[in-house]
């Protein structure tokens, strides 16, 4: 072979790796080269053959459970794991009671009397949730002024949106979410690699200052009411982190 | 399962790890396992393999800090392949890389298209191939992944990998020519 492009531009064009202008000016060079045409025919030919041959090998099921059992055994505090199958009933219906019971039982957010509208589950709950994959922003910019607008007219109000990148809590982005049953605007923000969840939903309650931390499951939060709106603020970050964030928030 | 012992007492591993492994990282076993079978070229040893991969990967998972989890698992896939065949096979990783290729008629379309559709012939076609042509091809035709990603998982630089497939497909090309002489020789 002698042209060049066969051997190497040809391949990024095939994959669909090559930038807008190279694949054009690969596309005006097919034109006049019938090599790489010819050799273009011959590899989506090949492309199509090793696609049609069925040769992708999947795991097979006897393996998936070898590698859960390793990883039940890698696990600490696993008990739930190892628990035998005739036992997963009393088990389901323990974590059902015990999940009942705290429902009602356990305390409002926040330490002092004035409660908030969640509980610290339902928080974490969101919080986790937003960890998913594909869960974290609907709308997904560092621009203030791209996120607060979004919010427009999806809640009944409007939610403070500030950048604190300078501050070392650059904005990620923005989602909807609900938490006890309301609609609320949750912005996200990171630090470091944590990233951290603030919950906003308006209020008719008086202002208070910005609480003392929550802590449970190794996640931390903080609580307030500023202006009109209730905060919350949720992450496997430090506290303190949490607390600066919130003091610039309050600002 | 003998890599047991190995990356031990790094880090002790939660339930909430094992949630996040169990979501991120082994939804990606099929595709760990084909890695291996084809650098290996057997299902048995390649479950032996896999399995030491993926607990090797459970051992690390505190130092995955978000991104293509697949290319990551990959990695240790890849990386855990090569040792087992220095160990067990050393004689096939002695091929060069950037083994020089000699000047080949180009295959035609029909004489590839009658090849294709044999996948006992394709199979043995890239088993042929050097190891580190196979796994590229792997990547890219079996796995769909992009350049970036082949270049994250064999550790080649970006910049290389379309080098690397041009060869892999014209190594792979000429050993499909030689299975079939007389479907080749039609056409030349």
Not at chain 1, 110 to 118: D, G, I, K, L, T
Not at chain 1, 131 to 138: A, I, K, R
């Given at each position: 072979m002698s042209c060049d492009f066969t051997r190497t531009v040809l391949h990024g064009y095939l994959d669909g790796e090559l930038d807008a202008s190279r694949a054009a000016e690969f596309e005006r060079h097919l034109e006049s080269c019938r090599e790489c045409a010819t050799a273009l025919g011959a590899e989506e030919s090949l492309r199509s053959s090793l696609h049609g041959a069925s040769l992708y090998e999947r795991a097979p099921v006897s393996l998936r459970k070898k590698i859960r059992a390793d990883l039940d055994a890698a696990t600490s505090s696993s008990v739930a794991l190892r628990i035998p199958a005739w036992r997963w009933l009393a088990v389901a219906a323990t974590v059902l009671i015990v999940a009942t019971v705290s429902w009602f039982a356990w305390p409002r957010v926040?330490?002092?009397?004035?409660?908030?509208?969640?509980t610290a589950t339902e928080i974490i709950d969101a919080h986790v949730r937003s960890?998913?994959?594909?869960?974290?922003?609907?709308v997904a910019s560092t621009d203030q002024h791209t996120v607060k607008p979004w919010f427009n007219g999806k809640l009944a109000f409007v939610p403070p949106v500030k950048d604190f990148a300078d501050e070392g809590f650059p904005l990620v982005g923005g989602r909807l979410d609900v938490l006890g049953g309301q609609n609320v605007a949750a912005l996200v923000y990171s630090r470091r690699k944590h990233l951290i969840n603030v919950f906003v939903l308006p209020t008719k309650e008086p202002d208070t200052p910005i609480h003392p931390p929550g802590a449970r499951q190794g996640y931390q939060w903080v609580h307030w009411r500023h202006q009109g709106m209730e905060f919350c603020a949720i992450s496997d970050a430090s506290a303190s982190d949490l607390h600066e964030l919130a003091q610039l928030i309050y600002q | 399962m003998s890599g047991s012992d190995q990356g031990k007492g790094s880090d002790v591993l939660d339930a909430q790890d094992r949630a996040r492994f169990e979501q991120l990282v082994l939804p990606h076993l099929d595709a760990a396992f084909n890695l291996a079978r084809w650098l290996l070229r057997s299902r048995a040893d390649s479950e032996d393999v896999a399995q030491e991969a993926m607990l090797r990967a459970y051992r690390f998972f505190r130092g995955f800090h978000g991104g293509d989890a697949r290319a990551w698992l990959l990695q240790i896939v890849r990386n855990t392949c090569y040792t087992w065949l220095e160990k067990?096979?050393?004689?096939?990783?002695?091929?060069?890389?950037d083994e020089e290729l000699h000047p080949q008629p180009s295959t035609s379309p029909e004489a590839l298209a009658i090849a294709g559709d044999n996948r006992e012939r394709l199979t043995r076609a890239l088993e042929t191939l050097p190891p580190r042509f196979r796994e590229v091809l792997v990547l890219r035709e079996l796995e769909g992944c992009s350049y970036k990603e082949i270049a994250s998982i064999t550790a080649i630089p970006i910049g290389t990998v379309m080098s690397a497939l041009a060869r892999a497909r014209q190594r792979l090309q000429r050993a499909l020519t030689h299975a079939s002489p007389q479907e080749a020789s039609r056409e030349l």
């Open positions: 926040q330490n002092s009397a004035a409660s908030a509208p969640f960890l998913q994959p594909g869960h974290l922003t609907d | 067990n096979r050393p004689v096939e990783l002695m091929t060069e890389f």
